[in-house]
């Protein structure tokens, strides 16, 4: 298998902490990709151009990240995804919110980056920052769900506190916002799978 991967995407990095903690490295060529320069051979896996796009053992390509976990939790061991009733339906609402943010963020950080000093809209960052306090105070309040063993909101919630200090440290201190959220990164965010894909600018 293929991984079309990205070391500063959040999105990607759920997927390569996925492949670590299921021992699925010796299954899977990770590709290091640019999506703004996607090459001929991504865009046939992925005609959007983005990353994580993996590219499965029968040559199917697969792409979102959480329905390359989904794929990839289904091939070994123990599911880190619930697969039915009340404990899918925390997971889903946990991932709606994590994801949510990384894309508030993510446009933040396209706001800031990759236009035109002239062309941004200070408003619009205002409006996602605002959304991202109101996000964190919400995972605060969700911290019991995340009680227990590793499953892939656990990995969602910490690639989305380690984005935020990636791309949107100026706009918010989610540390200081809420300790109750900073005492269980602190925990957490140890596992080797997290220290080993830590992203760095």
């Given at each position: ?14 997927v390569r ?13 990770i ?12 865009l046939?896996?992925n005609?959007l151009?983005?990353v994580?796009?993996?590219?499965a ?9 959480y329905v390359?976990?989904e794929y990839?939790?289904?091939?070994s ?13 925390l ?17 933040i950080?396209v ?6 000093e002239?062309e ?27 009680e ?9 919630l910490v ?34 799978a997290?220290?080993?894909t830590?992203?760095?600018s």
């Amino acid at each position: 298998m293929k991984l079309y991967s990205s070391q500063l995407s959040p999105f990607a990095r759920k997927v390569r902490i996925l492949i670590l903690e299921k021992s699925l490295q010796d299954q899977i060529t990770i590709i290091d990709s640019n999506p703004y320069e996607a090459t001929d051979e991504h865009l046939r896996a992925n005609p959007l151009s983005k990353v994580p796009t993996l590219v499965a053992a029968n040559g199917e390509c697969i792409y979102d990240s959480y329905v390359i976990c989904e794929y990839l939790d289904a091939l070994s061991g123990e599911h880190l995804m619930p697969q039915s009733g009340e404990e899918r339906l925390l997971a889903l609402r946990q991932l709606a919110l994590t994801d949510g943010m990384l894309q508030q963020t993510f446009n933040i950080a396209v706001e800031l980056n990759r236009r035109e000093e002239h062309e941004r809209s200070m408003k619009w960052v205002k409006r996602w920052a605002e959304s991202l306090v109101r996000g964190v105070d919400a995972l605060a309040d969700s911290l019991p769900g995340y009680e227990g063993t590793l499953s892939l909101p656990h990995i969602g919630l910490v690639c989305t506190l380690d984005y935020l200090d990636l791309r949107a440290s100026d706009q918010l201190d989610w540390r200081a916002q809420q300790p109750a959220l900073k005492a269980w990164y602190d925990d957490f965010g140890q596992r080797p799978a997290m220290q080993q894909t830590r992203p760095v600018s």
